[in-house]
């Protein structure tokens, strides 16, 4: 059992959907990361969270500390939106380093 | 926000030939960096942390004969595939940590990758 896990693997959406992508995790961490990879392969980190809910235009992120639980959600869907994207945190026990889950295919249809 | 640079972004070389791959920190010093490998529709695989002026710490079942790992300066670590084969063709991803960039142990940004092909 990996000590990340998404969920779904593949997502299909139309253009304006709302979209919601899952995180669980296994471990004590001291905080989560959600990143975008694009076809090209340059990654790009959208949120750092131990706690809450943050916000950043359509992203929202929000975590569960206690049920070891993430949430992306993307509001307003756009074909420009599709990308891979990722769920990494960062363990209590080994500082910097990042353990990520495999990653959520994410195509937004016109 | 900090940039994070890797060069070559695309390299193609025969088998048996030595690949050096560059991540550079442009307006932040890391103390920190990390290589990455990502196979296709794979997550990323940590390979290898490098800390300026020591050693770096390789990943369980990674050769560091095999990927010398060079973090020389603040700003600056290579990766070097020595003798490469087919089966390192890969994704390699470089990551950088900001202890100034707010969480200290947390902030990292990453590299665009370099895309290695060895035939």
């Known amino acids: 059992k990996n000590e990340v896990e998404q969920s779904p693997q593949n997502l299909t959406a139309q253009e304006g959907e709302f979209i919601t992508i899952n995180c669980s995790y296994s471990?004590?961490?001291?905080?989560l990361h959600w990143l975008q990879q694009h076809p090209g392969g340059g990654i790009v980190s959208l949120f750092m969270?131990?706690?809450g809910k943050k916000k950043h235009g359509r992203l929202i992120a929000t975590i569960n500390i206690q049920e070891k639980h993430s949430s992306l959600h993307i509001t307003a869907s756009h074909p420009r939106d599709s990308a891979v994207y990722i769920c990494?945190?960062?363990?209590?026990?080994?500082?910097?380093?990042?353990?990520f889950g495999e990653g959520t295919q994410l195509t937004v249809n016109p | 926000g900090a940039v994070v640079s890797q060069h070559p972004s695309r390299v193609i070389c025969k088998s048996g030939t030595s690949v050096k791959i560059e991540c550079r920190s442009l307006?932040?010093?890391?103390?920190?960096m990390f290589w990455y490998r990502q196979f296709p529709k794979k997550s990323l695989m940590l390979m290898a942390t490098?800390?300026?002026?020591?050693?770096?710490?390789?990943e369980q079942g990674v050769e560091k004969d095999k990927f010398l790992i060079n973090h020389a300066s603040l700003t600056l670590s290579t990766l070097t595939v020595t003798s490469a084969h087919p089966e390192d063709s890969s994704f390699y991803i470089c990551?950088?940590?900001?202890?100034?960039?707010?969480?200290?142990?947390?902030?990292?940004?990453f590299g665009p990758g370099t895309r290695l092909l060895v035939l």
């Open positions: 990551s950088a940590r900001d202890p100034e960039g707010g969480f200290v142990f947390e902030t990292q940004y």
């Open positions: 471990v004590g961490i001291s905080a």
């Open positions: 969270l131990s706690s």
């Open positions: 990494a945190v960062s363990e209590e026990t080994s500082g910097s380093r990042l353990t």
């Open positions: 307006d932040f010093q890391a103390t920190t």
């Open positions: 490098s800390n300026e002026g020591s050693k770096a710490t390789y």
